[in-house]
T-cell receptor, first 114, second 113 residues
Framework: AQSVSQHNHHVILSEAASLELGCNYSYGGTVNLFWYVQYPGQHLQLLLKYFSGDPLVKGIKGFEAEFIKSKFSFNLRKPSVQWSDTAEYFCAVNAPQAGTALIFGKGTTLSVSS | DTGVSQDPRHKITKRGQNVTFRCDPISEHNRLYWYRQTLGQGPEFLTYFQNEAQLEKSRLLSDRFSAERPKGSFSTLEIQRTEQGDSAMYLC???????????FGSGTRLTVV
């Protein structure tokens, strides 16, 4: 079945550590890729998105993601995390040939200690 | 606040009762989506409207579920004869077009007892 996989369920880091969260998808053809963040008690917010062009996408709050088509991956990175980055992170994929909906991964909980 | 509004925020209902949730999207957004999220899972797609037309439905949307978007503005999601398995967070999102990305509401948390 077509799916979105986030390999890390829970990541624990100290402040200033570097972050990389993995996301792989199994859809062929053209895909649109997203990372969403959900801070404690808040609604889902868009961090960044990729539709075409430069495979290295920069988002808000210093986050970036790299689309590697050959690996079906869209990993999220941040060079130096802050305590305020503690949140749940969701990767999502839209494959236009499969419909309009965003298909989400199960999410990765990031805990940053100060 | 010009975001996506959902009402109520919380709903506790007895098994077998009907419930209805409302979503008010961002006014200029013509696309509206309903998702369901359970603990430890990402949001799961339920249904999609473009203006007032319901264009896509997930197989998760059993015949006990119905959604409407009259006049292409707000939307309602009704669950009839609720079951304990319906307990979840029901999320609404809207977008202007495919490239814009969704704006999510805060959700309605349903608890069926």
């Amino acid at each position: 079945a077509q799916s979105v996989s986030q390999h890390n369920h829970h990541v624990i880091l100290s402040e200033a550590a570097s972050l990389e969260l993995g996301c792989n998808y199994s859809y062929g053809g053209t895909v649109n890729l997203f990372w969403y963040v959900q801070y404690p008690g808040q609604h889902l917010q868009l961090l960044l998105k990729y539709f075409s062009g430069d495979p290295l996408v920069k988002g808000i709050k210093g986050f970036e993601a790299e689309f590697i088509k050959s690996k079906f991956s869209f990993n999220l990175r941040k060079p130096s995390v802050q305590w305020s980055d503690t949140a749940e992170y969701f990767c999502a994929v839209n494959a236009p040939q499969a419909g309009t909906a965003l298909i989400f991964g199960k999410g990765t909980t990031l805990s940053v200690s100060s | 606040d010009t975001g996506v509004s959902q009402d109520p925020r919380h709903k506790i209902t007895k098994r077998g009762q009907n419930v209805t949730f409302r979503c008010d999207p961002i006014s200029e957004h013509n696309r509206l989506y309903w998702y369901r999220q359970t603990l430890g899972q990402g949001p799961e797609f339920l249904t999609y409207f473009q203006n007032e037309a319901q264009l896509e439905k997930s197989r998760l949307l059993s015949d006990r579920f119905s959604a409407e978007r009259p006049k292409g503005s707000f939307s309602t999601l009704e669950i009839q004869r609720t079951e304990q398995g319906d307990s979840a967070m029901y999320l609404c999102a809207s977008s202007q077009d495919r490239t814009y990305g969704y704006t999510f509401g805060s959700g309605t948390r349903l608890t069926v007892v």
